[in-house]
């Protein structure tokens, strides 16, 4: 969840749920919807979204506010943890419309989980994640001028060095 003027964003997800068979499975459904939450007026809207571009990938992605937008970072699609996103895509909240960026640069490894902040200077920065198998410990910098990334630290790294944090996908 974001906020973005007087609204909270919310976007995406997944919910799971057991199945009716016997014995119980998980199931579970992507959430594809996008909610604002009018602070002022303290009531919920629906936002309807052009579907083009619309991330595939909602579950556990990297979502945070730049201005009018929402930006969205990774993810992981149906059958969780299988279907890793690397796109970087932005909500313009304002028309309502998706577009993907292609950034260029160092590559970013597919995943869920990451952490992200904006610096006041038009950097996104981008930490950790997981691919359902491996925790990462890598940390990017992408301008958002450019749409550029620079690795800032092994993107390859899986396991803890004596020079950066523990690889995890929860980092305040």
């Known amino acids: 969840m974001v906020a973005v003027g007087d609204c909270l964003i919310l976007f995406g997800g997944y919910t799971q ?4 068979g016997s014995p119980p499975v998980a199931v579970g459904e992507l959430k594809r919807d996008v909610w604002c939450f009018h602070i002022p007026t303290q009531t919920w809207k629906l936002l309807h979204t052009n579907e083009e571009n619309f991330p595939a990938s909602t ?5 945070i506010a730049y201005g009018t937008n929402v930006i969205v970072f990774g993810g992981s699609g149906s059958v969780f943890g299988q279907s890793n996103s690397n796109k970087l895509q932005i909500l313009d909240v304002k028309t309502l419309d998706w577009r993907t960026e292609t ?3 160092d590559s970013i ?8 902040s904006l610096t006041n200077d038009g950097y996104l920065y981008l930490y950790g994640g997981c691919d359902g198998t491996f925790y990462f410990n890598s940390m990017n910098k992408i301008c958002l001028r450019t749409w550029s990334n620079k690795a800032l630290s092994d993107t390859t790294t ?3 060095t004596a020079t950066s944090p523990s690889p995890t996908t929860v980092k305040s």
Not at 17 to 20: E, M
Not at 59 to 63: G, H, K
Not at 109 to 116: A, L, Q
Request: net charge neutral; proline share 4%.
């Open 59 to 63: 579950a556990s992605c990297a979502v």
């Open 109 to 116: 490894e597919g995943g869920y989980g990451h952490s992200i």
């Open 17 to 20: 749920r057991p199945s009716s």
């Open 158 to 160: 899986r396991e803890n």
């Open 103 to 105: 950034f260029t640069g």
